[in-house]
């Protein structure tokens, strides 16, 4: 059973101003904030949390849910569009932003913030709010070491060098968050072994090791971060062999922004400081609330490391096994070289060996999930926006900037509804805990309400970096594509011009953060905007206030300009009487997506796709009929045809489920581009063409579904 606060719907809602931090004007935006002036705040911050943490009286959710009156519209929507761009404020997001980055806030320690965020949105004025608990198993550190060990003297081996596992922020950093250095979901394991440099740690990499002659089994594998998921390359070193892995991120990943090009490390220039450490979680959400995920043979000990404490082990490697030049052409660009570092694979001699200790627990604790809702007149179609407040280490980009967007998209909803507004269709914030280990607040609670979500759900809109750095993406479903490129048209970029001008409106594979279980496990359409996908601080101790208040969003202009990007995604599909959706455009991406897999089949394979491209243009075809149809019916309010349209758009997704995962779409974070048809493009790659041929069928038949839905 769920709860929400019965107060919530009665609360005289507190008049709002958008006034800025004491001391700062608007015309302050293209400058950082001081930090002293957002401490000043610091007595009000403690006094609101403190009335957060009251006891409040509860009654079901479900029973809440549906149990008001339908509302009606009474506010244009132009005037609407004006309030939602006018209202996001720089200094509000930088107060957010100071709050959420203040406290370490790892799964399991989301209650506090989760209270003072709830409280905030009754401020604001949101008519209904509710926490909801779960219960959750969450990978905790309880020690880490990491030694290169000389073993010559068996009885008495020494300690070449000691990694520090952990960061060295600048000193004029206030944060005092230091998140230790481990991985969400690892084994707990303590192994002494000689260890390999395995590129990026794929099954082709150690094929190529293999081919050399280099003994994989019973070493510890060292891998660069990129090319594949970092859970991938812990099962595959374990399917190897491998009794231990350590992942590392090379200059290599940041292109010619690196010291050995010449560039200042941070805080003096933009290039990656080295002992930068890139945590996460190597589970996936399927298997997040299993516990202690040690499986013999599926799961070894790994820990993430910078690369300052990488150098010594890949310098212990020179003059053993082949270098990196004389391996394929995947094997070369490594950015250590400045360093002395010549790429040597190993493994390393027997008596030069690491010591990797990673001691995990996974207790029970309770991750804490805020609701906001605002109702429609409409109770069968409703929006649902997300970002999720757990992080590793700050997070000021991931997640606290979209925590800090989010708090702007709520508080410029609440302005409209004390203005009179009413949504035709029923809007619901959600501020999640969990998402870091696995989505273990929001996929208990899509889980619950599948049944509901599955008849109701129009969109999730997700955002996990709302601002850090200038690069847009969006990771959609293409029936979403319609809505995005008109938002996104209808905001002015920072460096002007509209955000559609500068990012060109291409979207990337959908999924990011909470969107993977409500596009796997609900089949709901989801986005997930992003102004900085990649960047250097992620799911380091660098990602501080500080590092974003003079670094990533000086100003916090992409901060207040996704604001206004999701807010009026969201406007746009709650206010329009037919759905802002073209069907079409998802069958468009679909050819693209087969041409991509046809493009990838080597010559010498023969695999004949032309029934899947025939089920996709019979969907072309039935889509454009309908989308046709749909915008014929104007602006009707209480036409039935548009309900039954809407249903049948909303619906469209719903076909591309089976058996609990989605066919066009794979797991993937937020800054990842994954093959489409993942399945199919899988069986493919690995040769395997009967598999490859049931994977095919299942597809064209379920986009016949989807045609068959929307045919006339």
Known sequence: MFYISSSSSSQTPRKIKSTDLPGRSENDQDTPIPAATLQR????????????????????????LFASPALQDGLPLLTLETILKSEPSASHAAEWSYYYTSQSHLPGEGEVQGLWTKKKWEDFGIPETEIVKYNASISTPVFQRLALLDTSESLSPSVIYEAKLMEALPFNDPSEIRTP??????????????????NFGRDQDYDDLEEKHVELRGKIAIVKYGMVWRGSKMSTAA?????????????????????????KAYPDGPARPETCIERGSIGTVRNASAGNPSIPGQSIPSLPVSFSDVVPLLKALHGHGPKATGMTSDWLGGGLYYKGVDYYVGPSPPHIVLNLNNQMSFPTREVHQILGIIRGSIDDEVIILGNHRDSWGAGAGDSSSGAAALMEVVRSFATAYRTGWRPRRTIVFASWEGAETGQVGSQPWIASHLPWLQKTAVAYLNVVVAAASREFQVKATPILQKVIHRATKAVMSPEGGTVFDHWGGKLVAAGGGDAIPFLETACVSTSDLSFGAIYWPYHSNFDTFSWMNSTGDPGWKYHVTTAKVWS?????????????????DYAVAMRKYVKRIRDSIPSSVSFDLRPLESAIAEFHNASAIFDAYASSLGSTKADERIRLVNQK????ERQFCYEGAHLVYDFSAFY?????????????????????????????AKISDAANLVKL
Request: glycine share 8%; with cysteine; charged share 20%.
């Open 239 to 263: 399917e190897r062999g491998l009794v231990g892995i350590l992942t590392y991120s090379d200059p290599q990943e940041d292109g010619n922004i690196t010291e050995g090009h010449g560039y």
């Open 568 to 584: 009026l995604i969201t406007a746009y599909l709650s206010e329009s009487p037919v759905l802002e959706i073209k069907a079409a």
């Open 181 to 198: 250095a481990f991985h969400g979901q690892s084994s707990s394991g303590n192994v002494t072994a000689q260890f390999v440099f395995a």
């Open 649 to 652: 758009y909303l619906n469209i």
């Open 41 to 64: 705040g610091s007595t009000r911050r403690f006094l609101v949390l403190a009335i957060a943490l009251s006891t409040v009286a509860l009654i079901p959710w479900r029973s809440c």
């Open 672 to 700: 990842s581009d994954p093959p489409e048809f993942p399945r199919l493009f899988h069986s493919l790659e690995s040769g395997d063409l009967e598999e490859a041929q049931r994977w095919m069928e299942i597809t064209q």
